[in-house]
């Protein structure tokens, strides 16, 4: 017995397992849809007000201390290139976040197609390996999707502060010798 070319396995799960795997889906497409509305708020604005304001500070004290310019030149080129990295994350993470709200919003239509006739069975094709997870490791795809989100975004502003505090090591060194002179 076939229901939309799904085996009998599949079209007698019960409506409570659909149920709650469509909210464990819930959850992190709506933190996903919250995030990318907040994410230029965060984070990213610290960091350009941070490298755009030093830039600014320093190409005011540039003009009357002219020991050692290359120490500013590379400064100022680093703090550049970290408000340029945080003006992309911005649109990078939205394509992440996107992305990730589009999977769980997909895999929760795919879902909601196995008893439900009248909707598409489109989106359980094309994510079947994920509805035909047993419960433990459809929890834990879950899981790992957001983790996997999470350290990415992660990783990228380690590096978008380590750069930035490194452009302001060598702002501040080109300080400090302008200073004892």
């Not at 008893?115 to 899981?143: Q, R």
């Amino acid at each position: 017995f076939c229901i939309f070319g799904k085996t009998k396995q599949l079209s007698s799960m019960k409506l409570e397992e659909i149920e709650k795997r469509k909210k464990l889906l819930d959850i992190p497409a709506s933190n996903s849809e919250h995030l990318m509305m907040e994410n230029s708020t965060q984070f990213e604005h610290k960091i350009t007000y941070l490298g755009a304001g030093a830039i600014v500070a320093i190409l005011v004290f540039a003009e009357k201390n002219e020991c050692y310019t290359w120490l500013l030149v590379v400064g100022l080129v680093i703090l550049l290139l970290s408000c340029i990295m945080n003006l992309c994350s911005f649109v990078w993470y939205n394509g992440i976040l996107q992305r990730e709200y589009n999977l769980f919003r997909e895999v929760s239509y795919g879902l909601q197609s196995i008893n439900n006739p009248g909707i598409s069975e489109y989106y359980y094709k094309k994510h079947k390996k994920y509805i035909e997870l047993s419960e433990a490791e459809f929890h834990k795809f879950v899981i790992e999707t957001v983790q996997k989100r999470n350290s990415k975004y992660h990783k990228y502003n380690m590096y978008n502060l380590i750069i930035l505090i490194l452009g302001l090591c060598i702002i501040s060194t080109y300080v400090g010798i302008n200073l004892i002179k």
